[in-house]
């Protein structure tokens, strides 16, 4: 249950992330379901968007590294009334840029199109 609120969270930070420029606690809503019943849980993650420096020639020996948005995790627990399987979820506590991780990040050069936070 853990994985899927936790894959749940990421999917909602990602969406609201927006033009928002650094690494920094976010206040998000999450839906969980739990005994037939949905119910809002408020959390905090990290989002934002760390500085990279992407050079012109990337030889092997001088690859820049990669910093990505991340933090200290925490879980708490909400009971559902009527419900007596309670539910886990995470908190961030705090955030900073940190080196990408790739065993647990995607850690290769973004190919999809970013958002432009310039006004039109």
Not at 13 to 41: F, K, N
Request: include cysteine.
């Amino acid at each position: 249950m853990q994985l899927v609120v936790m894959a749940a969270v990421m999917a909602v930070a990602g969406a609201r992330q927006g033009c928002s420029s650094g690494c920094h606690l976010t206040d998000i809503a999450i839906q969980v379901e739990s005994c037939g019943r949905t119910e809002l849980v408020y959390t905090t993650v990290c989002a934002g968007q760390c500085y990279n420096k992407d050079p012109v020639f990337i030889g092997d020996d001088d690859r820049p590294e990669q910093k990505v948005c991340s933090g200290n995790w925490t879980y708490e627990v909400k009971q559902i009334p009527g419900c007596p399987v309670s539910i886990t979820y995470p908190v961030a506590t705090h955030c900073e840029c940190t080196a990408c991780n790739a065993g647990n990040t995607h850690c290769g050069r973004f190919t999809g199109d970013a958002p432009s936070c310039l006004p039109l």
